[in-house]
């Protein structure tokens, strides 16, 4: 069975708010100094400000992979983890300017075409059009 490496944000803010000793979600925008929206906000698009949270985590000295993955003291989960975690992160979010840039690609070698053939048939009547005009001088 393949392991979910997608985070659940919900559970990583009530870490982060059992770290912090508070237990409202006001309480933990108070301590992160952002909005109650902000807060909503990461929960409805299951995002989360990562910049944010790990200079956060950082200056309070908050264990990461507890924050992030439920384990404590780093006993399970590696850096690589997190690194795998992250890249198949940036990954989800590239994959509809990637899959945007391909459909481009694809007109625009469509367009190249269409152009080459419109090209060659212009030859081509130039060509027909020249063969007239030398038969009918002979």
């Known amino acids: ?4 490496n997608s985070l659940n944000v919900n559970l990583v803010l009530e870490r982060l708010k059992k770290s912090c000793q508070v237990s409202k979600d ?3 925008c108070a301590e992160l100094g952002v909005k109650q929206t902000t807060l909503s906000s990461w929960r409805a698009r299951q995002t989360l400000d990562y910049r944010l949270l ?3 985590s950082h200056s309070r000295g908050f264990e990461l992979n507890y924050l992030f993955f439920g384990v404590e003291n780093g ?3 590696t850096s690589e983890d997190l690194l795998s975690l992250i890249t198949n992160m940036v990954a989800d979010k590239l994959k509809p300017d990637l899959n945007k840039q391909k459909e481009l ?3 625009l070698l469509y367009l190249l075409e269409k ?3 419109r090209r ?3 030859e081509a009547r130039e060509e027909t059009v020249d ?3 030398n038969s009918k001088s002979h």
């Open 1 to 4: 069975m393949k392991e979910n």
């Open 120 to 122: 060659q048939l212009d």
């Open 131 to 133: 063969e007239r005009k």
């Open 75 to 77: 006993k399970d989960k």
């Open 26 to 28: 006001l309480e933990l």
């Open 105 to 107: 690609q694809e007109k």
């Open 115 to 117: 152009a080459d053939i």
């Open 54 to 56: 790990l200079e956060f």
